[in-house]
Each structure stands twice: as C-alpha cells, then as structure tokens.
C-alpha cells in the first residue's frame, strides 16, 4: 500500500528499495505503471519477506566481495575481478552492504544521509574466522551521499590473515550475511 523508491529499472528487471514500514512477514508487493493516470497499467501481485534485517554483502563476482581499498580502488583477486588488488594484512578497507537495519539518525527509504550515520544496533564482523574488535571498525552504518540502503563497513583485515580468499561475514540481530562471500589477501 505503499510507493517504493525505484533506482533503476529494465524490461527484465527492477530494482526498488522497500519503503520504511513496520510490517514484518509476507508483504505484497504490486508494480504500476503510470500511476494515478488514465493509462495506469497494474502488475499481479507478487509477495516478499519483510524483516528487520536481512544483511547481505555485496559482491564483484559472487563471491568476491565488493571491497575498495583507501584509495578507491577494488579489493579482488585480479584473475577474477579486472584491475584488483588483494587486501593486505592489518589494512582498513571499505565493505558495501544492504538490510542491515536502522541507522542513528534514521533515514527514510528513498532519503540521501549526507553526513554518517552509523547502525543502532550491535553487530560482529568476522574476517578469516577471526572476529574483529570494535576499534577495527572504525565506521559502519549508511554509506554517506548514497541512497539509505546502502550501508558500508570500514574494517581492518587481521593482521592474521593468510594469503588466499579470507571469508567474510557480518551479523546484527542474530542474522548472519549468507556465507560464500571473501576477500582475496596477499600478505
């Protein structure tokens, strides 16, 4: 019953982002066309989970996550991600996600935060099986100048860290981003 923010769409595909709404469970969800006009066209009604989090990390490749080094440029393992660099050992990169909750102050869903706004909530990120302490994070929350769904995660790699892909994972509220996701490390 409510409008969505759209970002993007094709004929195939649309990307949305959910409206702020204390719905929780199956919600239906209905694409129009033209809305409140004489040739408004309705989509069926489609339904999806809504839920407080559903943190998920985004990748290059699948499994690659999408990580930029200091400078800006990717963190990848260059076979599978053109013009990366694997991270190093004890180096602060950047992490890029969604569904990962409220943010202080709040956003709504459509809203630009122009300054941090970091997450309400406790959270762990684990880098190679190691769980990082909370001054290897030295931001997490809504990625500044971005729309209010795109989080983003400044995180130490261990200084621990072995050479080859370092799985990745972040938890908040007691769900875990899905597993599979890494970051390629050279010492």
């Known amino acids: 019953g409510r409008r969505a923010p759209v970002l993007y769409v094709q004929p195939d595909q649309i990307n949305a982002q959910a409206p702020t709404i204390a719905d929780q469970g199956p919600v239906q969800v209905r694409v129009i066309l033209n809305p409140d006009r004489p040739n408004e066209m309705r989509s069926d009604v489609g339904t999806v989970q809504m839920s407080e989090y559903h943190p998920a990390l985004f990748t290059f490749d699948g499994t690659s996550a999408a990580a930029r080094h200091a400078d800006g440029s990717p963190v990848g393992d260059p076979a599978r991600v053109a013009g990366s660099t694997r991270a190093r050992p004890g180096e602060t990169i950047t992490l890029f996600g969604t569904g990962f909750g409220v943010s202080e102050p709040v956003y709504q869903a459509g809203e630009i935060p122009l300054a941090a ?63 599979g996701v890494v970051i390629p490390v050279r010492r």
């Open 117 to 179: 706004a970091r997450l309400r909530d406790p959270f762990t990120v684990t880098i190679g099986g190691v769980t990082l302490a909370a001054g290897d994070v030295p931001y997490a929350g809504l990625s500044p100048q971005s729309i209010s769904a795109l989080y983003q995660f400044n995180v130490k790699v261990p200084d621990s860290a072995a050479d080859g892909d370092a799985p990745i994972s972040i938890t908040i509220g007691g769900v875990r981003t899905p597993a």
